[in-house]
């Protein structure tokens, strides 16, 4: 039983950390209409930033609060510096591109922070709570974790759903012409949604990295099932991406305790696949039809 | 990525050019290697050098700690070379990067054996990678020497050879610490924490021959899945409250961690290759900002030993390395990762020295096995070398970790060999290395 428990709230921290990598997926494809392949490896760098400015003693919240700035900033440049010339054009290309982004930033990441995994700090306490005698595989940190998501989540809904903001980000990133004649100013809301986009990826990455080791790989394997949660979840909706990430991290965490860890990056795929195959616009998509 | 290649296209083409002119224009006149001591008797040796290569994962998953064993390889063949070299000769140390990847480590082989022209391989780390390159180096007939790995692999004379291995195997370490649980914890429920590969299956068959009826589980984690948690969650739940870890050390950390969030508390005993307290300790220093200390988390932590590590600076090997590190070292302080590497050079010092003043290929292989079970060196135990045996150093002593970082002994000096041979007491003294820190082996004839 204890077994169980630990597995099921181990899963659902580690689900936690895949929902708000899906989540930032989510927000680039909602704002964009592309998929940002190099989102993990920008969200390592600013994780970095966060560590270097953290050993020179820096307070952790000065250093997560750098990392998120970093990424608003890293966001705005990439889209304005690197997307732009490819934007309008073949979806392919602006996708090929944020792949060798992604090979551009680890190799940069590695040059400037090292190759060679380093801890990375946590700023609540790592010690499981005790439950009666149990003590159960779930930690201050995790909560903060759970929570951080959380409010991301509702933060994002409430941008699309009811701000002006959010509808203008939809308009361009769905037709630009359109949007255009409507006055809405296209290019500023690309940036915007990349800049935002990279900040919610910083803090998955920052998440992620608290209380673990990190180095300029580290965030592959969140990239891989992030990627898997986000299209569970439809790519479309933020409460979707949460869920497909929990659904995820429970599945992976059942599967690794009782079936065996080499077996987990088959059974993503497994699930990928079998969720494509019953309901190929993930388990929460509702319309066929968009509506601006 | 490309350019270095294509530059090194170009050196290789230029190198090549020089080469066809010095031969043509030597033709007609002496060889000059006659003059002086030695001569170019094999691939890889002029009467200058030796050169010798090496990969290791020096970016990667394995790379903390690993990283560090050719730093120390290297300290070593420069502080010989000061010293005028081996017969004359200046030995030349190449090593390449594979990031623990197979598919790198049959590339980067192929680099050193075809383009550098090494004469043996030194020190290859890895046992998926360096499998990768077993079949390649003995084919093409390359001393395959010291390999940086337990596994059983390299003890093949019969099809590999050219291999040898150098540390302890890891059945030789599981019997022996099986045999030290078995003995001083007979009522412990034993949980392993394995390495999903030859590493941790090894170290499984020599733990069971012992106490495979005190084994109430063995989880297996698959190398570079980072998170544990249900493995040690299910160690957990089979109420084991010992586990013998055979992994490597980022796993070491990332164990421990887990433990930590889930108030698992056993007594943890890890092989030699994951439990250097140093490096382990530096991976776990920032947690939860000075909550625990890196002494404090491995305190207790059993393992084993079988060279004199920076934890006992008084030995007079690790005075030694102490020196070469000071003299030749690059950045970085003295460990037991570069002790390592300087053990394992030194081994090799050894063996060229008992190939003769002239030494080939095949001359070093059959050195190796006929004098390599009598060398003595930075090693407690002998090694297992011989005709039929290319086993290396022949076993451990059980030690516990201490607050400090240092160790303190539970058992003495155990010797032993694989499958049934029994485990005995190796009672011969460990002798201080030579005054200039420099072997003299002589060859057989």
């Known amino acids: 039983m204890q077994q169980f428990v630990n597995f099921t709230l181990g899963g659902l921290s580690q689900g936690a950390i895949y929902a708000a990598f899906a989540l930032a997926l989510v927000l680039i494809w909602r704002a964009t209409r592309i998929i940002n392949f190099a989102q993990g490896a920008m969200a390592m760098f600013t994780t970095y930033l966060a560590l270097t400015l953290i050993e020179s003693g820096l307070s952790y919240w000065a250093g997560f609060a750098a990392a998120l700035a970093g990424g608003l900033v890293l966001g705005a440049l990439v889209e304005r510096v690197v997307m732009r010339p490819v934007e309008g054009g073949p979806e392919l290309n602006a996708v090929i591109v944020t792949l060798g982004l992604f090979v551009a930033f680890q190799a940069l990441a590695a040059i400037l922070f090292g190759a060679t995994f380093q801890s990375f ?13 149990m003590t159960i595989a779930f930690t201050p940190f995790s909560v903060f974790v759970i929570a951080s998501v959380v409010v991301v989540m509702l933060a994002l809904t409430a941008l699309f759903r009811f701000t002006d903001l959010g509808l203008r980000m939809r308009a361009s990133a769905f037709s630009q012409e359109v949007s255009r004649l409507l006055g809405v100013r296209v290019g500023r809301m690309l940036t915007l949604g990349w800049a935002l986009a990279a900040v919610v990826g910083s803090l998955a990455g920052l998440l992620i990295a608290g209380g673990n080791l990190v180095h300029p790989a580290y965030m592959d394997a969140v990239i891989v099932y992030g990627f898997v949660a986000a299209v569970l979840g439809g790519l479309e909706s933020p409460g979707g991406a949460v869920a497909g990430g929990l659904i995820i991290g429970l599945a992976l965490s059942y599967v690794s305790g009782y079936l065996g860890s080499e077996l987990v990056t088959l059974a993503a795929l497994a699930i990928l696949v079998a969720v494509l195959l019953v309901r190929p616009r993930g388990l929460f998509s509702r319309v066929a039809a968009r509506r601006v | 990525m490309r350019r270095p290649g294509q530059r090194g296209l170009a050196v290789g083409a230029l190198a090549t050019i020089v080469t066809l002119l010095i031969t043509s224009c030597g033709a007609g006149g002496r060889p000059e290697e006659d003059q002086g001591g030695g001569s170019a008797s094999d691939v890889g040796v002029t009467a200058e050098s ?50 623990y990847n197979p598919t790198n480590t049959s590339q980067v082989v192929n680099e050193l054996v075809l383009q550098d022209e090494i004469f043996a391989m030194v020190g290859g780390l890895g046992t998926p990678t360096h499998s990768a390159v077993l079949d390649f180096l003995n084919s093409s007939e390359v001393p395959d020497l010291f390999v940086s790995s337990g596994s059983l692999l390299w003890d093949q004379p019969e099809t590999n050879p050219q291999t040898f291995g150098w540390q302890p195997d890891y059945e030789v370490e599981g019997k022996i ?39 109430v589980a063995a989880e297996r984690y698959a190398p570079g899945n980072t998170d544990v948690g249900p493995q040690v969650a299910a160690l957990q739940a089979a109420g084991a409250d010992l586990v013998i870890g055979f992994n490597v050390p980022s796993y070491t950390a990332l ?120 060398l003595r060196g930075p090693a407690f135990v002998p090694y297992r070398y011989s005709a039929d045996s290319h086993a ?35 009672t011969e003294e460990h002798a201080a290395p030579p005054e200039n820190g420099i072997p003299n082996v002589q060859p057989q004839n």
């Open chain 2, 50 to 99: 030796v050169k010798v290569g090496a990969h290791f994962p020096l970016t990667g998953v394995a790379a903390p700690g690993y990283s560090e064993i050719p730093t120390g390889a290297k300290a070593y063949f420069d502080f010989v070379n000061a010293a005028g070299g081996v017969n004359g000769r200046r030995i030349d140390y190449v090593y390449r990067d594979d990031a």
């Open chain 2, 392 to 426: 290396g150093l022949s076993g451990v002593k059980v030690v516990r970790i201490a607050g400090t970082g240092g160790t303190e002994d539970l058992s003495p000096v155990l010797v032993t060999g694989n499958g049934d041979t029994e485990i005995t007491e190796h």
């Open chain 2, 255 to 374: 164990s421990q961690l887990t433990a930590m969030r889930l108030n698992y508390d056993p007594q943890w005993i890890y092989s030699n290759v994951g439990s250097d307290p140093a490096l382990v300790g530096s991976l776990l220093s920032r947690f939860s900002e000075g909550q625990v200390t890196d002494a404090a988390l491995l305190q207790g932590v059993m393992t084993t030993e079988y060279l004199p590590g920076v934890d006992a600076p008084d030995n007079a090997w690790t005075k030694l390395w102490q020196r070469v590190w000071d003299a030749h070292g690059g950045q970085g302080q003295l460990s037991n990762y570069r002790i390592y590497g300087m053990a394992q050079a030194y081994t090799f010092v050894q063996a060229l020295q008992a190939a003769g003043p002239d030494p080939t290929r095949e001359g070093i292989v059959t050195a190796l096995e006929e004098m390599g079970g009598e």
């Open chain 2, 177 to 215: 610490i099986g045999q030290y649980v078995q003995q001083n914890f007979p009522d412990a429920k034993v949980g392993l924490f394995l390495q999903d590969d030859d590493f941790g299956e090894d170290g499984e068959k020599g733990a069971r021959a012992y106490i495979d009826d005190q084994i």
């Open chain 1, 121 to 133: 700090p946590a700023p609540f306490g790592l010690r499981g709570f005790t439950v009666g005698e």
